[in-house]
């Protein structure tokens, strides 16, 4: 997602995330009694080989905005990635006073070399590319795939696929929104491509297609910041939907103990629960069958 809004000239990422010095945070319990299980010979709770000894530290950018944090704290466990981070946490052992939040910018988290922190939650897309420079967790999300058009127009009224299929839709080249479009809504006539996503998003604006499709997280920031006219008619699921994981240093000896917290949020259906409290429901989209 990162590399579509950086073509928008926007902040680096969709939604920056904000951090502030201290632990804290509402969610999860500090008592191990009913705690996840996280343990294994290389992955003892609360004595992983962390950047400060019986802390975590997890990194986010600044600044904060809903849905991933409320209020511009991540420390209060409130938004989508700030929970996920305290339940990684309490999957390793690490109950949210054991948890420190410091600032890091997307660009110093992807770059090369040691970090000052245990993992870093900013939306940040796995890619082939990033990934020889740093590591990932297994992904704790994977984007919908969203369909904006401006409210008082035709296609903001559609509640199914099918209704879609009459519609002039946009997309930009070369994203997995276009093979989206293409393999699922079967449109009637065939998308317009856009070089860029502000092309993309202009042509919203003057009204020369019905909708645009984009990944989930995106459609929330465009109808809060670039097209607050518009609404986020619905969302589905498509192959090759962006995926988000949580960076480590390279060859760090946590990320392994990451992935497998975040596995087992994912079996347990933790993961699901904070994806529809905080990812779902925030946009405000019904699911297009």
């Given at each position: 997602m990162k590399k579509l809004l950086a073509t928008?000239?926007?902040?680096?990422?969709?939604?920056?995330?904000?951090?502030?010095?201290?632990?804290?945070?509402?969610?999860?319990?500090?008592?191990?009694?009913?705690?996840?299980?996280?343990?294994t010979a290389d992955c003892p709770r609360g004595k992983l080989d962390t950047q400060s000894e019986g802390v975590l530290t997890v990194a986010t950018d600044q600044p904060a905005f809903p849905p991933y944090f409320e209020d511009e704290d991540p420390t209060n466990g409130e938004g989508f990635e700030s929970a996920v981070a305290y339940a990684i946490a309490e999957h390793l052992g690490y109950p949210p006073a054991k948890v420190k939040w410091t600032v890091e910018s997307f660009n110093a988290a992807i770059a090369p070399g040691p970090k000052d922190f245990d993992f870093d939650l900013n939306q940040i897309s796995i890619t082939p590319v990033r990934e020889k420079a740093v590591d990932f967790s297994a992904p704790y999300y994977v984007a919908n795939q969203a369909v904006l058009a401006l409210k008082d127009s035709e296609a903001a009224k559609a509640r199914s696929i099918e209704e879609l299929k009459g519609a002039e839709i946009g997309v930009q080249i070369g994203t997995t929104s276009l093979?989206?479009?293409?393999?699922?809504?079967?449109?009637?006539?065939?998308?317009?491509?856009?070089?860029?996503?502000?092309?993309?998003?202009?042509?919203?604006?003057?009204?020369s297609i019905d909708a645009i499709v984009v990944d989930l997280p995106t459609a929330l920031y465009l109808t809060a910041v670039e097209v607050p006219e518009?609404?986020?008619?619905?969302?589905?699921?498509?192959?090759?939907?962006?995926?988000?994981?949580?960076?480590?240093?390279?060859?760090?000896?946590?990320?392994?103990?990451?992935?497998?917290?975040?596995?087992?949020?994912?079996e347990s259906g933790e993961l699901a629960q904070l994806n529809k409290r905080w990812m779902s429901r925030a946009a405000g989209a019904p699911e297009l069958n």
């Open positions: 928008l000239v926007l902040v680096p990422m969709l939604l920056a995330l904000a951090a502030c010095g201290g632990g804290g945070g509402t969610t999860g319990s500090s008592s191990d009694a009913g705690a996840p299980t996280t343990a093979e989206a479009v293409e393999e699922v809504i079967e449109p009637d006539s065939r998308p317009q491509v856009f070089d860029g996503s502000t092309e993309v998003v202009q042509a919203l604006k003057n009204e518009a609404v986020v008619v619905g969302q589905f699921s498509a192959p090759g939907g962006d995926e988000w994981g949580a960076l480590l240093a390279k060859e760090s000896p946590l990320t392994a103990c990451v992935s497998q917290a975040v596995e087992e949020m994912r």
